[in-house]
């Protein structure tokens, strides 16, 4: 089955520091990858919709230029957290739909738990 | 704009019993899909099941089904014969519009599950 590989998984760091998170279709092509955020004991939240070739589709009070992303290939979308502070600390995770058929599910990463000091 | 409602926060269930979890839904659109995912401690969203506007008949995926009610526009969740590792979040999800690889999910609140042995 489709497989999507999310890294790093964890990541601790001081604030101030700019975090990139890798999202890879591994076995499929995503023309469109998704981000989310999920804060504990929360729901999913959608931040954004990365895609190939062109410029992400952020949801509304998502700051573009705090949460870069980029998707050059159509296996790959980067999310970069520039100079993270605190408050950014949360799980992080991404997903791809393979092209085809409407029933078939988004796969996910296996998410990345940021923690900023 | 799609609205997912999962009203139980949090259930028991005794090993080997069935368990619902409810999901209610809101959308304008003829076209749509309806997504289960589990989510352990761990973090990673796992596929359960999938029911599209137009099918038919109830899902069923092994331990897994779901109770269409279009009218009702509830999509529950039943898992028969509960076991320990089925203790994790369940979130409902929406896929509205027709078919599209950029259609995102809308998810609920989540459920927490937490099987007794």
């Known amino acids: 089955g489709a497989v999507v590989s999310q890294h790093p998984s964890r990541v601790i760091c001081k604030s101030g520091t700019s975090v990139k998170i890798e999202c890879r279709s591994l076995?499929?092509?995503?023309?469109?990858m998704f981000w989310y955020r999920q804060f504990p004991k929360q729901s999913l939240m959608l931040m954004a919709t990365?895609?190939?070739?062109?410029?992400?589709?952020?949801e509304q009070g998502v700051e573009k230029d705090k949460f870069l992303i980029n998707h050059a290939s159509l296996t790959l979308s980067t999310l970069t957290v520039t100079s993270a502070h605190p408050e950014d600390s949360s799980f992080y995770i991404c997903?791809?739909?393979?092209?085809?058929?409407?029933?078939?599910?988004?796969?996910f990463g296996d998410g990345t738990r940021l923690s900023i000091l | 704009a799609q609205k997912i409602t999962q009203t139980q926060p949090g259930m028991f269930v005794q090993e080997k019993e069935a368990v619902t979890l409810d999901c209610t839904y809101d959308?304008?659109?003829?076209?749509?899909?309806l997504f289960w995912y589990k989510q352990p401690s761990s973090g990673e969203m796992i596929f359960l099941i999938y029911?599209?506007?137009?099918?038919?008949q109830n899902a069923t995926e092994g331990r897994y089904s779901l109770n269409f009610q279009k009218a009702r526009k509830s999509a529950n969740l039943v898992i028969s014969a509960s076991q320990l590792g089925d203790s994790a979040m369940y979130f409902c999800?929406?896929?509205?519009?027709?078919?599209?690889?950029?259609?995102?999910?809308?998810f609920g609140g989540g459920t927490r599950l937490m099987v007794k042995p």
């Open positions: 997903s791809a739909r393979v092209r085809g058929k409407g029933n078939q599910p988004q796969h």
């Open positions: 076995d499929f092509q995503a023309t469109t």
């Open positions: 990365s895609n190939e070739g062109s410029k992400a589709t952020y």
């Open positions: 959308t304008s659109d003829q076209s749509y899909g």
């Open positions: 029911q599209g506007s137009y099918d038919e």
């Open positions: 999800a929406m896929r509205a519009g027709t078919y599209n690889a950029g259609n995102m999910l809308t």
